[in-house]
Each structure stands twice: as structure tokens, then as C-alpha cells.
């Protein structure tokens, strides 16, 4: 990115309070990550990006018909488990998102109608998956989990791909002087901060309605390389071309 614009923590903090025109003394250190943070935030939820995609891999537990989401997750992309204890070359089979209630009845009907087995006692290789809720989610044991069924009947080998909340730009521990967005994004988060900033200062309204629109503007842009040119290529997609308007002659 030599030459072409784009901030870190420093940069962004000074640029936050040069267009707003207010000093250190009101938009403070703190106030500031508040922002910062805020717009992070924000563009995040509405657009997930290639940066936020993260794989892990793991073993299932035998006769454990649970396994923790990735610490962090925002949401879970797909479910690969391995016929395999040893590795996870080759193919895998792919889980189905289902409700808790779909198992539920997925293993009534196997269980048959006395119903006096328990979703632990019907096992095999695992067809499907739902989700259930977590609590801080800033750890694997913390941020919810999946019920699988059937119950795996051996340590089978499988991928988590999912998405989650990259640590953001700001000052303190566990923070980044430069993130995804700072670096290839840096005028909408500027306007995402600025829509931030001026409704904490409460005004002036018109200047809040024109950075919310520059960053609507921008981040439409954004989205269009993310979910678009970056998820596709040339030779499997050809090339994209653009209908050029030409004068009649």
C-alpha cells in the first residue's frame, strides 16, 4: 500500500478530531476507542469480509453429540467432518444446518416410539448440526456450540469455517495499531467514525446526514469488491465487463 492513503491508530484519532474540529479535551483517548470501536463495529455486521473468514480444526469427542464454536465467532459458514481419525486429508462430508427442533425430532424418529433413548445413545457418522447460544464468546468453551446428529460414533477429524469480530484498532492491550479496515478501507471507516463522532457531539445534524451518506456510498463500493470481484475469478467467472455508452453517429 506504499503511497496510497490509509491510517493507523494515531492517524485515524487525529483525523476524527481535525473534521470534527473539537480537541483531545472533549473527544478524549476514551471516547475516541468508543468511536473507533462503534464503526468497527458496525461495518463489520453489515458487510462480512474476506478478512474475517477463518478456518479451525479439531476432533470429535465419541458419544459427545456437542463441540464448542471457535473463540470469537460471529457465525459459522459450514461443517466439514472427515471419515477419519488420523487426519483431514481427502474429502469430507458436509453437515446440514438444522434447528434444535429438527434434531430433536430427527432423533424421536429414530429412537423410535417408546422414546427411552437419548440423542446420546443414537450414533453413527454425523449428518447434521444447529447451533445454541454462548456467554462472552471470547473463548472456545464461551461462545456457544453445535449440537451434532447422530452422535459421533468414533473421534472423527472436521473444519469449523467461520467468521469472527478481527481484534480492532485502538490504544490499550489487545489491539491493533493497524487492522483490514485501517489499511484497505480507510475512507469509510473515517466516515463511519465521523457519523459516530458527530452524534456524540449531538450535532450539527446536516453533517451528520452528509458523512452517514458518504459512508453509505462507500461502503457500497466496498461490498462490491468483497462479495463480488474478490469471490469470483476470470477464468471461472470470465471477465466482468461494463455496457460503455457511446454516442450515435
Known amino acids: 500500500m506504499?503511497?496510497?492513503k490509509?491510517?493507523?491508530?494515531?492517524?485515524?484519532?487525529?483525523?476524527?478530531?481535525?473534521y470534527t474540529e473539537v480537541g483531545s479535551d472533549v473527544l478524549t483517548t476514551t471516547v475516541v476507542d468508543g468511536i473507533i470501536m462503534a464503526a468497527e463495529f458496525r461495518i463489520y455486521q453489515e458487510l462480512p469480509m474476506d478478512s474475517q473468514r477463518f478456518v479451525q480444526e479439531g476432533t470429535l469427542s465419541t458419544d459427545n453429540n456437542t463441540i464448542?464454536?471457535?473463540?470469537?465467532?460471529?457465525?459459522?459458514?459450514?461443517?466439514?467432518?472427515?471419515?477419519?481419525?488420523?487426519?483431514?486429508?481427502?474429502?469430507?462430508?458436509?453437515?446440514?444446518?438444522?434447528?434444535?427442533?429438527?434434531?430433536s425430532e430427527y432423533i424421536d424418529r429414530l429412537t423410535g416410539p417408546e422414546g427411552d433413548l437419548t440423542?446420546?445413545?443414537?450414533?453413527?457418522?454425523?449428518?447434521?448440526?444447529?447451533?445454541?447460544?454462548?456467554?462472552?464468546?471470547?473463548?472456545?468453551t464461551s461462545s456457544g456450540g453445535m449440537y451434532l446428529a447422530p452422535t459421533p460414533d468414533a473421534a472423527y477429524k472436521f473444519r469449523i469455517y467461520y467468521n469472527k469480530m478481527p481484534n480492532g484498532l485502538g490504544s490499550g492491550t489487545g489491539f491493533n495499531n493497524n487492522t483490514y479496515l485501517s489499511t484497505y478501507f480507510p475512507q469509510g471507516l473515517l466516515y463511519a467514525c465521523l457519523v459516530e463522532a458527530f452524534g456524540y457531539l449531538k450535532g450539527p445534524m446536516d453533517m451528520l446526514t452528509y458523512y452517514e451518506n458518504r459512508y453509505k456510498n462507500a461502503i457500497q463500493q466496498f461490498a462490491g469488491m468483497q462479495l463480488g470481484r474478490r469471490r469470483r475469478d476470470d477464468y471461472t467467472d470470465g471477465t466482468v465487463r461494463l455496457s460503455v455508452k457511446s454516442p450515435s453517429p
Open 119 to 140: 440423542a446420546q445413545d443414537v450414533t453413527g457418522f454425523p449428518k447434521y448440526y444447529a447451533m445454541f447460544g454462548g456467554a462472552d464468546n471470547t473463548t472456545d
Open 6 to 18: 490509509k491510517y493507523d491508530y494515531s492517524t485515524l484519532t487525529t483525523a476524527i478530531r481535525d
Open 68 to 103: 464448542n464454536n471457535p473463540a470469537g465467532t460471529l457465525f459459522i459458514r459450514g461443517v466439514e467432518v472427515f471419515n477419519s481419525t488420523a487426519n483431514t486429508e481427502g474429502n469430507g462430508t458436509w453437515l446440514e444446518k438444522k434447528d434444535q427442533t429438527y434434531l
Open 2 to 4: 506504499s503511497g496510497v
